[in-house]
């Protein structure tokens, strides 16, 4: 689906056999290395391409790479861990950089090492020295320069189109920081309404932030009549866990429509206006639904617009 269409029975054989025989060659060939014992980057490091690759350009690293697939497919038996104990509770980027750059001699030092790689062609150590440089001092802007001018000519040397733009916004970043973007929201009120009232919890979910939680919660219910929809939450410290149906437990009530609640998660109104209006009746004398609101992170649902 990355590509130019293929006309001819022989061309379309031939185009589905070799689509088939990569999924088949990057399956395989991680799991026999990793029934050797070798580490995911190891495996990606060696997977190599299978033999029909240098006759068929539909099967080449043009839009992600078999080093990256190789990893998804450990990942997919193993999950993230690479079985080396000195990776399995690492220090966070930033403080494993400052002791890095403080092992290389500090920062001065440090950058020498990574302009020598830089040098002499090896970007990828160049890489790995300056990111540490600008994890462990992040104003630092000769550094962010020098990342990203490696991370420039990384680009220049990728046959992936998404490792090449990767590397190429890095090194966009890195010169001129975080700037916004127009964005297309797929938060929304059409999107919104239009999802399941369970489903939309469930999402919500992954927006509530335990360090907001004021209370012990409880079970509060959500009715949605127009859409007969009702969704029981329980409420807890660390989490929310809501439920399709009615709960005998709960001891508050939202009754309120779909439209209503979807302007009361993107913030257009407040519930004292839904209920001043009549809107939203509410029996919540424990307060659960401010709990609730009150923890949720703002709406992230987005993404950003890709230009020329």
């Known amino acids: 689906s990355h590509h130019w269409p293929t006309w001819g029975r022989d061309n379309v054989e031939a185009t589905l056999r070799n689509q088939r025989g990569l999924y088949r060659y990057v399956h395989d060939q991680t799991m026999r ?23 068929d350009f539909g099967v080449r690293d043009y839009y992600g790479t078999l080093n990256h697939n190789s990893k998804a497919v450990y990942q997919r038996y193993f ?8 990776n399995y509770h690492q220090l966070p980027p930033a403080d494993a950089s400052k002791k890095y750059v403080a092992a290389m001699g500090g920062t001065d ?19 790995t020295v300056f990111n540490h440089v600008v994890f462990a001092d992040g104003e630092n802007e000769l550094a962010r320069k020098w990342l990203a001018s490696t991370y420039e000519q990384l680009g220049f040397q990728a046959e992936a189109g998404t490792w090449r733009n990767i590397y190429l916004v890095g090194a966009k970043e890195l010169r001129d920081g975080n700037v916004d973007t127009a964005t297309l929201s797929s938060g929304n009120a059409n999107v919104l309404n239009n999802i399941p009232a369970v489903d939309l919890f469930d999402s919500m979910a992954t927006r509530f932030n335990p360090a907001k ?10 009715n949605f009549p127009e859409r007969n929809e009702i969704v029981s939450v329980d409420l807890n410290r660390s989490y929310i866990f809501p439920r399709a149906g009615a709960n005998a437990n709960a001891a508050g009530q939202v009754t309120i429509s779909r439209i209503d ?14 209920v001043q ?5 509410l029996e919540d004398k424990t307060g659960l639904m401010a709990m609730l609101f009150d923890a949720l992170d703002p709406v992230r649902l987005q993404f950003n617009v ?3």
Do not use: C
């Open 79 to 86: 999950g993230w861990w690479d079985n080396v104990p000195a």
């Open 109 to 127: 030092k440090a950058l020498a090492i990574g302009k020598e790689a830089f040098s002499e062609g090896d970007y990828r150590w160049a890489a």
């Open 277 to 281: 209006s009549g809107a939203m009746k």
């Open 33 to 55: 290395q990793a029934n050797q014992g070798a580490t995911m980057h190891e495996i990606a490091e060696n997977i190599g391409e299978p033999d029909f690759a240098k006759i």
């Open 261 to 274: 609640f979807t302007k009361l998660l993107t913030r257009e109104v407040t519930p004292e206006t839904l």
């Open 213 to 222: 939680m004021r209370g012990d919660g409880g079970i509060i219910q959500f």
């Open 306 to 308: 890709v230009t020329p």
